[in-house]
């Protein structure tokens, strides 16, 4: 499903030793989604190991979907953290949660990548 | 010194004789003691009459005590000079004087009483009347807003303070070509001959407005052999005054004043006469900036109303007509737009005025009469040149030259057309059509400013109508495209019964990225496919239509399912633009009703059983297409009993604005119980039951139903 409304989307990207860390607070859809892709491929040239954090995520369509998975793509690594909300449940229709590694929580992640 | 003496009061008494100034002197007592012949002319009474009488004979009662109290001053030792008050003369006619009064002394020096000279100053008091009277005129003028009131402000004023026999103010048209009569008080009903003058007339008036001078014409017979072009009128006219009406460098017209006496005009009549004419032209001056700037704000409030007729909406014919019935009556009586058509001709989109009544005639004139899109003349001819045209008379020999034959004269004149614009509709450096603009009753003569505001209103006129045929391009194209990727019938495999339905999202569009393709294979196996490209619109349907149509080929190949997926994937490697799309696909045998299918990314599709059970397909899933670099597609089987349906669909059939994919999927499982038997049926039953309800995604439904062989 697409949405285009432009809803609040906030991104935020920190750093955890070796792992780069990018959260995701809001909607990703149509419209905010573009916002997500262009920071991934920014980190993409860094060849970094990106644990992606959907906790406040509350909305994903597959647009956003596909930004995400467009953006893991060229990682050496790539991981979500995500609970059982809106996006958990699109991971999982999508088997996205079958090739992707995906956690409930951050500190989770962040050892399964270290 | 006496004999000094003498020669100084011969000297002085032959003065006061022969002066021409009323002289008197009175005593002490204000007794007459001494009235020179200019006093007997002024006064009318004789020196024998008036010798030893009280000077009050001669002032008026409204006077009374004023005698007395010069007579005070007098014996004070004061001197009057210039007091201008009021006499009566012997037959009770009110003069006006100015009195120069000085004392008489005796010889021993004692004021003995007084001498006073009189000047009439009748003359200066209707100077006076004149000053208050074009005093009286500025004041009004300046308040008056419009020509017509500035014009009888000045008839009021003017007639009677010169004594004029009557007064007209003419007027230049704004062509300039003509003098208009826009006031007259005096003249006889035959006036009106001279209604209307041609400008390059031999006329007194049009002469003199030519000219920029004033014309001072005394002696009837001179004017009439001056200006032949009077004789013949009723009126007997032995003077004329014209003065024209100036403002800046600007000719508006001519004040005219007649006289059936014959007058001289006086140095102050005639300075009277130019300083109210120019109180006038002031007057019209501001009156002209008033209406145009009042014209101008009534444009913009138009032009302001238009653009919210045109943003409201996408149908141009709609639109236009709305515009036109806007324009009338206040931009014309008649408004008609026409639209240039493919073929070089032109299509009347509106005809409008005011009163509907007389839109039949219009219509009367085009349906016998249709406009000859060669005519080199209005519509078809600006949307040819792209360039406006102004009329602003039409003279009847125009009507006559245009008219085919006596039955067109004679409609074309019942329009009454007195001026008329056509501008062109011009967007993007492309003339799309023509307005024209007729102004019939209200006798308005449209100017080269009305003109501007025109074209000003047809441009953005024409960008409405350009985007909106912009938008309607699209959309027919994207009509097209999407006609042209549904497929064009489903197959009626043996054993199985099939049936679909697609709804794209988009408003005004029919294509999104949700498709839907079942093709029969060899060896009698059916293969199904229901997908959905992530985005909108026509960015994702184009996609679509690459992948169901490579992937339409690979089913028909007979590829295994997870194949085929696979080499679908791959495809979309070579794609510009990422993209991700979700399917599932399944290739079923209607006789052994065995069921091979994957899932990639996509809801689960769901079978309905006999018993009225329904489940879901949750095989092996695999991820979504054109995403993962090295993504693995796996397929699973299923076995069905005779009488099941299976449903695909796409997640815009279970997506509700604030709940989980998880929450539709139970809600559409309920309607599939619940839904009739075939598979048409089910397709119905579940789109009618989620599909109000689902937000404006693109949703596609196919049903198989095993009838069992």
């Known amino acids: 499903m697409d949405r285009i409304a432009a809803a609040e989307l906030e991104l935020r990207e920190s750093t955890n030793g070796a792992t780069r860390v990018v959260s995701v607070a809001g909607e990703l859809d149509l419209a905010s989604s573009p916002r997500l892709s262009a920071l991934l491929d920014r980190l993409a040239s860094e060849r970094a190991a990106l644990v992606l954090d959907l906790t406040d995520c509350t909305f994903i369509d597959s647009t956003g979907l596909a930004a995400i998975l467009h953006g893991a793509r060229p990682m050496v690594s790539f991981s979500v953290v995500c609970g059982d909300g809106v996006p958990g449940e699109l991971l999982r229709m999508t088997a996205v949660d079958q090739t992707i590694p995906v956690f409930e929580a951050l500190d989770e992640a962040l050892n399964g990548t270290s | 010194m006496n004999a000094g003496w003498t020669v100084y009061q011969g000297l002085a008494e032959a003065i006061v ?8 002197s009175k005593d002490r007592d204000a007794r007459i003691t001494s009235w020179n012949p200019a006093a007997e002319r002024l006064y009318g009474y004789t020196a024998e009459e008036v010798l030893g009488k009280p000077v009050s004979i001669i002032v008026p009662p409204g006077r009374a005590g004023e005698e007395m109290r010069i007579l005070e001053r007098i014996l004070a030792g004061e001197r009057i000079e210039r007091y201008e008050t009021e006499r009566v003369t012997a037959d009770g006619r009110i003069v006006d004087v100015s009195l120069t009064v000085s004392p008489i002394r005796e010889p021993d020096g004692e004021i003995g009483g007084a001498s006073v000279i009189a000047q009439e100053i009748t003359d200066r008091g209707a100077a006076r009347d004149r000053a208050e009277r074009l005093q009286q005129a500025t004041v009004e003028l300046a308040r008056a807003i419009d020509p017509e009131r500035a014009v009888e402000v000045l008839l009021e004023n003017a007639l009677p303070a010169l004594g004029a026999d009557a007064a007209a103010v003419g007027l230049l048209d704004p062509d300039g070509t003509e003098v208009e009569l826009a006031g007259s008080v005096g003249y006889s009903p035959a006036v009106a001959r001279f209604r209307r003058m041609a400008l390059d007339a031999d006329l ?15 002696g009837g017979d001179l004017l009439r052999e001056r200006y032949p072009a009077l004789i013949g009128s009723p009126d007997r006219w032995a003077s004329l005054a014209i003065v024209p009406l100036v403002a800046g460098d600007q000719r508006l017209g001519a004040v005219a004043l007649s006289f059936r006496r014959t007058h001289r005009f006086a140095r102050d009549e005639r300075a009277f006469m130019l300083a109210t004419a120019a109180q006038l032209a002031h007057a019209l001056e501001r009156a002209r900036l008033f209406e145009a700037e009042r014209r101008r704000r009534e444009q913009l409030d138009f032009v302001v109303e238009a653009s919210e007729v045109l943003a409201s909406s996408l149908d141009v014919d709609e639109t236009l007509e709305r515009l036109a019935f806007l324009a009338v009556p206040r931009v014309g009586d008649w408004c008609g737009i026409d639209l240039a058509t493919d073929d070089g001709g032109l299509r009347s989109v509106a005809v409008a005025h005011a009163d509907r009544e007389r839109l039949a005639l219009a219509d009367r004139l085009r349906a016998k009469y249709p406009p000859d899109p060669n005519e080199d003349r209005g519509a078809p001819n600006v949307i040819r040149t792209g360039r406006p045209e ?23 004149r019942e329009l009454g057309m007195a001026s008329v614009m056509v501008v062109p509709l011009t967007a993007r450096g492309r003339t799309l059509g023509a307005m024209t603009l007729v102004a019939a009753e209200s006798g308005h003569r449209y100017t080269e400013d009305d003109l501007e505001a025109a074209q000003e209103l047809a441009r953005h006129a024409a960008l409405a109508v350009d985007n909106a045929t912009l938008y309607r391009r699209e959309h027919e194209a994207a009509v097209t495209l999407q006609r042209a990727l549904l497929p064009a019938s489903l197959p009626s495999p043996r054993g199985a019964e099939v049936a679909a339905s697609y709804l794209p999202a988009g408003p005004g569009l029919e294509v999104g990225g949700d498709w839907y393709d079942l093709v029969e294979t060899e060896a009698g196996r059916v293969a199904a496919v229901v997908g959905d490209v992530a985005g909108r619109g026509l960015a994702a349907a184009t996609i679509m239509g690459r992948l169901r149509t490579a992937f339409r080929a690979y089913m028909l190949e007979g590829a295994p399912p997870a194949a085929a997926v696979e080499r679908l994937d791959a495809l979309m490697g070579d794609f510009e633009e990422p993209s ?68 695909l669909y796409t997640d815009g059939l ?30 119905q039953g579940v789109v009618e039951r989620l599909g109000a309800e689902a937000l404006p995604d693109d949703v596609a439904v196919v049903a198989l139903r095993f009838t069992g062989v």
């Open chain 2, 204 to 218: 007194p008036m049009t002469e003199s407005i030519r000219t920029g001078e004033a014309l001072w014409l005394a």
């Open chain 2, 580 to 647: 991700m799309v979700t399917l599932v696909h399944l290739s079923l045998d209607p006789v052994t009703r065995r069921v091979e299918y994957v899932r990639a990314g996509h809801p689960p599709p769901l079978v309905h059983d006999p018993s009225g059970a329904v489940r879901e397909l949750d095989g092996s899933s695999s991820p979504p297409l054109g995403v993962l670099r090295d993504p693995v597609f796996r397929s699973s089987s299923a076995e069905l009993e005779p009488g099941s349906v299976v449903l």
């Open chain 2, 390 to 412: 102004l009329y602003p008379t039409i003279p009847d020999d125009l009507l006559v030259e245009v008219a085919v034959d006596e039955e067109h004269l004679r409609l074309i």
């Open chain 2, 654 to 683: 279970i997506e509700r604005p604030d709940e989980g994919i998880g929450s539709g999927l139970a809600r559409l499982r309920r309607a599939f119980a619940a839904a009739p038997d075939s598979a048409e049926g089910c397709v």
């Open chain 2, 17 to 24: 004789e022969s002066s021409d100034d009323a002289i008197l």
